[in-house]
């Protein structure tokens, strides 16, 4: 249940976040604040950037337009999985630095409306910064008893703002992916480890592409696959994105 504290900061920020684009947003514009703000999260050992994500990010912005649209990249390790321990303490890191990250924009321009795009371990640290884990049960868009319920947190003004700005979020390959979930996309039919509906407070502005054959995400043996999203799929998630920020 909210306090009357969370639940007074979530009438207001609902309420900013409806206004019309004004000479202030503009102003804001200015000042480096983009009314639409891409994160993009790349890849295992990718360097860091961009990475892959970043034809699709340009497909977004060049579609909204670079006066509209700008983009920053998630700071994490993005280890490979030659140590389990290590590639762990890797999504652990990038789940908190999608957190923090995403903070500090919003915090700083709390008009602007925010879009996630994040690939292989990337999508992973996505869904585990939003939806939590099935090791932590932590979770910025539901609690894993009832993941409908929402922000389960009172105390960390954070979790409002990512679950009122963030406007729309696209994954490929994640190696967590669940299948059978609304926001499912692709042709692999196995599951990783995120628990069932633990993101279906998000569901809406998700969209999860992860394809059978690819060698991290679905038990697959192919790293054409797991690389291929952007070829496949770049289109079709661009006018996702774009059909919730415009």
């Known amino acids: 249940m909210y306090s009357i504290v969370s639940g007074f900061l979530l009438y207001a920020l609902t309420a900013i976040r409806a206004l019309p684009f004004t000479q202030d947003s503009a102003d804001e514009q200015k000042n480096n604040f983009s009314p639409i703000h891409l994160f993009i999260a790349r ?40 140590e389990y321990t290590a590639y762990m303490d890797s999504v652990r890191k990038g789940s908190e630095a999608i957190a923090l990250q995403v903070t500090n924009y919003a915090s700083r321009c709390p008009t602007s409306k925010l879009v996630l795009l994040g690939y292989s371990q990337c999508a992973q640290i996505i869904g585990d910064a939003l939806c939590g884990t099935e090791l932590t049960s932590a979770s910025l868009g539901g609690s894993a008893s009832d993941p409908s319920e929402g922000p389960t947190s009172t105390s960390d003004t954070s979790i409002i703002l990512i679950y009122l700005l963030v406007s729309a979020i696209v994954l490929y390959g994640d190696p967590s992916f669940r299948t059978g979930e609304p926001y499912d996309k692709g042709t692999s039919t196995s599951s990783g480890s995120r628990p069932p509906g633990s993101c279906q407070f998000y569901a809406p502005l998700i969209r999860s592409y992860y394809d059978t054959k690819d060698a991290f995400c679905a038990s697959g043996q192919s790293d054409i696959v797991h690389t291929g999203y952007f070829i496949r799929y770049n289109s079709d998630a661009a006018n996702f994105v774009n059909s919730l920020v415009t």
């Open 43 to 82: 890849g295992t050992t990718e360097p860091p950037g961009d990475g892959m994500m970043h034809s699709l990010a340009q497909r977004i912005i060049a579609d909204l337009g670079s006066e509209r649209a700008d983009r920053e990249a998630i700071d994490y390790p993005a280890t490979g999985l030659g």
